[in-house]
């Protein structure tokens, strides 16, 4: 069994904060602090650039992703870390359409994350193949799936309202019609088991700073099924990705294996933090995190039931239809959020009115969640949100 009490004796959550942001930017690891503070005094400050070799920093990358493998059920050698999420999105879209020429379409759904949109379209205008990115409402995807179709790009877990994609139908539906999946995993790794290998997902991408607790900026991955592997050229092609990249040849020639999906130097200072962030997970059970993740989210659904009935759920009420997150509907939503925050209760809001609350057992508790319920119960109730401090918007919300 995971022991929750010391996975969170792992977290630094500043004292008197209830910490319900984790699927957004999870908090510190302790251990973080020190692990990173070790790369610039330790490795940079003293080893200058023989750090490359002497610190092991260019081999730090494939290290890491093994164990991301570990976390979303892929084998070793198929998933490689580095740049932002939305960049993986891009290289791992752009090798499946390479291997679909003949067919034009991108299907995925109107609740998508924008980021992976705006890159789709972005590498359709860039390919001008005559490439369509077409959009349907999240339960109307499995319909959608037809022989024009050369890659289903989805985000399993819904940002706004945490509704879960079946992967292992949707990929074999896809697989049926001849058509690639690109499953985006930014709010599932580290949230609830998932398993690339047994749902034979093609590519799937992902990022490190949401419910794997890395950091601001952390590097994301991207996974390629091993038959695909061999067969693609990156469309970002890199002098990292390059079979002899210290042969300084002006042609690029791809690596062997995964390791082509590297483009450029890898972030060194944010891989110590995340290699810090991937201890914790050594002792834990994804299927202990879910147990969790599902008992505290029903605990949180039924409080706000029972406490607060301004609020309408979001979310699907089937825990098994749910990732880790539960969202509310509330017009004020905005300022309601505001005004947990300015008590310690830190959620977030997604336009135009869903209040979002991370439930990440690492480091919360049925008491956590009882105290939030019972805040946000007093915020609505003597309309402490109704302030004009509350209204108005910051630049991140
Ligand atoms: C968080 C998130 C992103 C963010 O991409 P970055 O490049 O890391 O900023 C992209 N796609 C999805 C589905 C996300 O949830």
Request: charged share 20%; proline share 6%; with cysteine.
């Amino acid at each position: 069994m995971t022991d929750f009490t010391k996975t969170r004796a792992a977290f630094h959550v500043p004292d008197g904060v209830i910490y319900l942001d984790g699927n957004s930017l999870g908090p510190m690891p302790v251990a973080a602090a020190s692990r990173v503070a070790q790369t610039l005094q330790g490795e940079w400050a003293e080893m200058l650039i023989g750090g490359w070799n002497k610190a092991g920093w260019l081999a730090q990358p494939t290290l890491l992703s093994d164990r991301i493998g570990n976390l979303i059920g892929a084998g070793a050698g198929t998933v490689m870390l580095g740049q932002t999420l939305s960049i993986q999105v891009f290289q791992a879209l752009a090798a499946a359409l390479s291997l679909r020429p003949e067919r034009r379409v991108i299907l995925s759904d109107s609740g998508n994350f924008p980021s992976d949109l705006y890159i789709a379209n972005g590498l359709i205008d860039s390919l001008g193949q005559g490439h369509e990115l077409r959009l349907v409402a999240p339960e109307d995807i499995a319909g959608a799936i037809d022989e024009d179709v050369a890659v289903l790009m989805l985000t399993e877990v819904d940002y706004r309202t945490g509704r879960l994609h079946n992967m292992k139908d949707l990929t074999a539906k896809a697989h049926k019609a001849g058509a690639l999946t690109l499953w985006d995993l930014a709010h599932s790794a580290g949230a609830l088991p998932v398993d690339v290998t047994g749902t034979s997902a093609d590519f799937a991408t992902g990022c490190t700073y949401k419910y794997l607790n890395a950091g601001p900026g952390a590097p994301a991955f991207i996974y390629v099924a091993p038959c695909h592997i061999d067969e693609i050229r990156p469309a970002l092609s890199g002098w990292l990705g390059h079979a002899a990249p210290f042969d300084f040849a002006p042609v690029f020639e791809p690596a062997n294996g995964i390791e082509r999906m590297r483009i450029g130097t890898p972030p060194v200072l944010a891989m110590a933090a995340l290699e810090a962030a991937l201890d914790i997970w050594a002792d834990v059970s994804m299927r202990d995190v879910r147990a969790a993740s599902i008992s505290l989210s029903e605990r949180f659904i039924a409080g706000v039931g029972k406490h607060c009935p301004e609020l309408e759920l979001a979310s699907p009420k089937d825990p098994l239809a749910r990732g880790s997150q539960v969202s509310f509907r509330f017009e004020n939503g905005y300022a309601v959020i505001q005004a947990l925050i300015s008590r310690g209760v830190i959620g977030d809001f997604r336009a135009p009115d869903i209040m979002r609350f991370g439930i990440t057992p690492l480091y919360l508790n049925e008491n956590d969640i009882d105290r939030a319920v019972a805040i946000l119960a007093d915020i609505l109730k003597s309309r402490a949100w109704d302030d004009v401090a509350f209204k108005t918007r910051s630049t991140v919300t």
